[in-house]
C-alpha cells in the first residue's frame, strides 16, 4: 500500500507554512544546523515587500506565506512534532518535519524572474 498523502492532517495554511521552512532550512541564509542533531535552525523569518518575497532562488507570494506570522499555524506544527516553535523569531525543524512531504513546493515556490 503507498504511503498516505498528508498523514497528519495539515490543513493548507499549516501544509504552505511547512513548505516554506523545509525551504528555509535548506538555505544557509536563514538557516544553520542546530544543536539537537538532526534538527535544523531556522533562525531568520523573512518578511514580504509587496506582494511577495524571496526565498533562496524563489520568490513567494505573500498570501502563501501567511501561516509565517501566524502563532496558530506554529502551535499546530509544533503539536505534531513537525517544529519547535520559538515565534516568532525562529524555530527548530525536526527530521519529521525534514522529510514531511507537503506536495505544495511546486506550486508556492516560483524561480525569480529578477
Not at 498523514?7 to 511547512?18: A, E, Y
Not at 503539536?79 to 519547535?84: E, M, Q
Request: hydrophobic residues 40%.
Amino acid at each position: 500500500m503507498p504511503p498516505r498523502k498528508n498523514p497528519l492532517n495539515l490543513n493548507p495554511l499549516q501544509l504552505r507554512t511547512l513548505t516554506l521552512l523545509q525551504e528555509l532550512a535548506r538555505l544557509a541564509d536563514f538557516s544553520r544546523p542546530a544543536d539537537e542533531p538532526g534538527h535544523i535552525l531556522i533562525g531568520r523569518i523573512p518578511h514580504p515587500h509587496g506582494d511577495h518575497f524571496h526565498v533562496g532562488p524563489n520568490v513567494v507570494a505573500a498570501r502563501d506565506a501567511s501561516g509565517l506570522g501566524n502563532p496558530s499555524a506554529w502551535a499546530a506544527l509544533e503539536r505534531k512534532g513537525l517544529i519547535k516553535s520559538m515565534f516568532p523569531a525562529a524555530c527548530l525543524l525536526t527530521p519529521d518535519g525534514q522529510a514531511y512531504d507537503t506536495g505544495l513546493a511546486d506550486e508556492i515556490l516560483h524561480k525569480a524572474q529578477h
